[in-house]
């Protein structure tokens, strides 16, 4: 059974940093896209960043790119999503989710069918 579960979160001061981490099991990683999405309380579901299967390319939200960094370790089957220089309106539930997909781009607007249970990021003094 695929399943994948995200770990990392927790309350930082703006400014401040978390690197959150997207572990993946009943299955290997090398052939799949992922994806970061977060979702504000009475907000729509915002696609974060995407990785290609074999890590060479990387797409942001213009809302995170230059603080945000998101990378892969195929290896350990992990995922990571580097959180830095955090603002107030990051806060958010985030979810990473995987689409079997090999091509060497990727977007958030895929399909993605298997999705971890989220891990929350609070931003906040």
């Known amino acids: 059974q695929l399943q994948l579960v995200e770990s990392g979160g927790g309350l930082v001061q703006p400014g401040g940093s978390l690197r959150l981490s997207c572990a993946a099991s009943?299955?290997?990683?090398?052939?799949?896209?992922i994806g970061w999405f977060r979702q504000a309380p009475g907000k729509e579901r915002e696609g974060v960043s995407c990785?290609?299967?074999?890590?060479?390319?990387?797409n942001y939200a213009d809302s995170v790119k230059g603080r945000f960094t998101m990378s892969r370790d195929n290896a350990k089957n992990t995922v990571y999503l580097q959180m830095n220089s955090l603002k107030p309106e990051d806060t958010a539930v985030y979810y990473c989710a995987a689409t079997r997909d090999s091509s060497s781009v990727c977007s958030t607007r895929w399909n993605y069918n298997s999705w971890g249970r989220g891990t929350q990021v609070t931003v906040s003094s």
């Open positions: 990785i290609s299967s074999r890590g060479s390319y990387r």
């Open positions: 009943g299955f290997t990683l090398d052939n799949y896209v």
